[in-house]
């Protein structure tokens, strides 16, 4: 059974991006525990960063994956860009663009193309620690753009949808 850590992005006193009074930190948690159920119904080992709204640097969740010994690496995040309605869509990152990582990245991003979101790709990100110190295939997911009113709308309306999404895309990646 592999084991799949899933990272809620921020959290307590690190709000991430807000929009509207919209917190970037409690829509990472609430898609976290919804993705997370999903993969432990699939008989797959979950392990979260977070449950509730606490911060920990991403150097700690990153050492808390290694610890674990985890297969897999999950943070969920929005993004967001300068301008509120300037983008839309879905975009996952990872520490290098070719491997394991990549093709997670790229089956939750087509999943999440089939919810209707656009797919921004896969990108290479190398300074972020939770891709570039975790000792496991590490995706950092932006599912939509938190500023951009489609996107909230489409997040929130098919919520499940979403998360299923991004479950499948792991799935069939492990």
Known sequence: MATVVIDAGHGGSDFGATYLGRMEKDDNLR??????????Q?????????TGDVYETPAAKAAKANEAGADYFVSIHRNSSPYDNQYTGVESLVYNKYGPAAEMAGNINRQLEAVG?????VNERQN????????????????????????????????????RAIADGILMSI
Do not use: C, H, K
């Not at 898609?31 to 432990?40: E, F, M, Q």
């Not at 008989?43 to 979260?48: A, D, E, L």
């Not at 979101?117 to 790709?121: E, I």
């Open 42 to 50: 699939n008989g797959v080992n979950v392990i979260y960063t977070r």
């Open 31 to 40: 898609l976290a525990l919804a993705v997370g159920n999903i993969l432990s």
């Open 128 to 163: 972020l620690a939770v891709l570039r110190q975790t000792n496991m295939p590490a995706v950092l997911v932006e599912a939509g753009f938190i500023n951009t009113d489609r996107d909230n709308m489409r997040f929130d309306s098919r919520f499940d949808e979403v998360a």
């Open 117 to 121: 979101f656009v797919n921004q790709g």
